[in-house]
């Protein structure tokens, strides 16, 4: 697993979830390890973060990884999320459940279930794998520019659907159960 790309809704203040502010980035240098761009970008976007909402422990691995890889910012981005991260996942996983899930808590089932405004099935790249698979289409010596061009607006659609999906379920939550709050948020 070499991460490539991060992508953050950021809300600057509590009272104002509904104009997140997007951040994200993109390593398209084709000649370099990807690692260490990736950790010192997302550590500058996330060292003054009061908290990190994520979905499931795939992220929380990735940063232990680049930690013990000895990637610079590493051992600071694992300890961040450890100390702030809140896994939304874990909220909902066994506390919430819609039929509409169609009994999977993949993010990919409850986001449509939550908030029917907000989907991947119109995107190009829907799914984790599917954007590691383009991403390796983009480093292909043989891919053309114009194509290069394009997977890269694809894998960035994709990576801002995935961040702001955490929001979307937040206020998919909120709306269908005025107060509710996630455990431990």
């Given at each position: 697993r070499v991460p490539f790309q991060w992508s953050l809704?950021?809300?600057?203040?509590?009272?104002?979830?509904d104009t997140p502010e997007w951040r994200d980035?993109?390593?398209?240098?084709?000649?370099?390890?990807?690692?260490?761009?990736?950790a010192a970008t997302l550590w500058e976007a996330v060292q003054d973060c009061e908290s990190l909402v994520f979905y499931s422990d795939y992220d929380v691995t990735t940063l232990k990884m680049l930690?013990?890889?000895?990637?610079?910012?590493?051992?600071?981005?694992?300890?961040k999320i450890k100390a702030v991260?809140?896994?939304?996942?874990?909220?909902?996983k066994g506390k919430t459940y819609w039929s509409s899930f169609n009994g999977s808590y993949s993010i990919k089932n409850v986001l449509p279930a939550v908030n029917p405004a907000v989907s991947y099935k119109t995107l190009n790249v829907q799914n984790g794998a599917v954007a590691v698979q383009v991403y390796e289409?983009?480093?292909d010596p043989a891919t053309t520019n114009?194509?290069?061009?394009?997977?890269?607006?694809?894998l960035r659609e994709y990576c801002q659907l995935d961040t702001y999906a955490m929001l979307a379920l937040?206020?998919?939550f909120r709306a269908a159960a005025p107060g509710w709050a996630p455990a431990n948020a």
């Open positions: 809704h950021v809300i600057p203040d509590a009272d104002s979830p980035y993109l390593h398209t240098d084709v000649n370099q390890d990807p690692r260490v761009a990736f930690r013990d890889a000895g990637v610079p910012f590493g051992h600071e981005l694992y300890n991260g809140f896994d939304l996942y874990r909220a909902i289409e983009y480093l114009e194509r290069r061009a394009a997977i890269i607006d694809d937040y206020q998919g």
